[in-house]
């Protein structure tokens, strides 16, 4: 089962993509964003975009809801879902998160291996990292409530979990652009 990164990871900036579009004070100085402010985004993101391969090697991305707990991205899906199926034939996937604005925000992707949780221990904190983050259910369209924890206890959804092996930060401020990479 992944556990959090033992040590925090490398950072470069790829300067190639970290310029300001017009000259301005302090926009010269752009630097590798910290591996701690990523983590901040991680935690605070509601909606991720997980991308996997299918077994005939087009690709699927859908969202998801993701936690963030000790250095491992947590997301489920029903047994039968698309996103399932994959990452039964290929654990390679990637999480993405971010904005949609071209002059701010902060995007990220998590390059990893989704690994199926199974262990009941770590499946109750993960529930509790959910519901701490979401709330304890989440509403359909039709005013149903599923139960995340439930979900997850009856069968009914799958957690997997995606240690980081390599991730990106794309950084917008008012023309300033950075992209950061870290490795694991």
């Given at each position: 089962m992944?556990?959090?990164?033992?040590?925090?990871?490398?950072?470069?900036?790829?300067?190639?993509?970290?310029?300001?579009?017009?000259?301005?004070?302090?926009?010269?100085?752009?630097?590798?964003?910290?591996?701690?402010?990523?983590?901040?985004?991680?935690?605070?993101?509601?909606?991720?975009?997980?991308?996997?391969?299918?077994?005939?090697?087009?690709?699927?991305?859908?969202?998801?809801?993701?936690?963030w707990?000790?250095?491992?991205?947590?997301?489920?899906?029903g047994?039968?879902?698309q996103?399932?199926?994959?990452?039964?034939?290929?654990?390679h996937?990637?999480?993405?998160?971010?904005g949609?604005?071209?002059?701010?925000?902060?995007?990220?992707?998590?390059?990893?291996?989704?690994?199926?949780?199974?262990?009941?221990?770590?499946?109750?904190?993960?529930?509790?990292?959910?519901?701490?983050?979401?709330?304890?259910?989440?509403?359909?369209?039709?005013?149903?409530?599923?139960?995340i924890?439930?979900?997850?206890?009856?069968?009914?959804?799958?957690?997997?979990?995606?240690?980081?092996?390599?991730?990106?930060?794309?950084?917008?401020?008012?023309?300033?652009?950075?992209?950061?990479?870290?490795?694991?």
């Amino acid at each position: 089962m992944p556990t959090g990164p033992a040590q925090q990871p490398t950072a470069e900036l790829d300067a190639r993509y970290s310029s300001a579009l017009t000259p301005r004070p302090g926009a010269a100085g752009v630097t590798a964003t910290e591996w701690a402010e990523a983590q901040r985004q991680l935690e605070a993101a509601e909606i991720f975009w997980v991308s996997t391969v299918r077994p005939d090697g087009r690709l699927h991305v859908t969202p998801v809801i993701a936690a963030w707990h000790d250095g491992v991205l947590y997301f489920s899906t029903g047994p039968g879902e698309q996103k399932a199926k994959n990452l039964s034939h290929d654990v390679h996937c990637a999480l993405t998160t971010g904005g949609n604005a071209l002059t701010e925000g902060f995007d990220l992707v998590i390059e990893g291996k989704a690994e199926r949780v199974t262990d009941p221990a770590l499946l109750e904190e993960v529930i509790a990292a959910h519901e701490a983050k979401y709330g304890p259910h989440i509403t359909s369209p039709e005013g149903t409530f599923h139960g995340i924890g439930d979900s997850f206890r009856s069968g009914d959804a799958v957690l997997f979990a995606v240690a980081p092996t390599t991730a990106y930060g794309f950084g917008r401020d008012n023309g300033v652009y950075s992209h950061t990479r870290w490795v694991f």
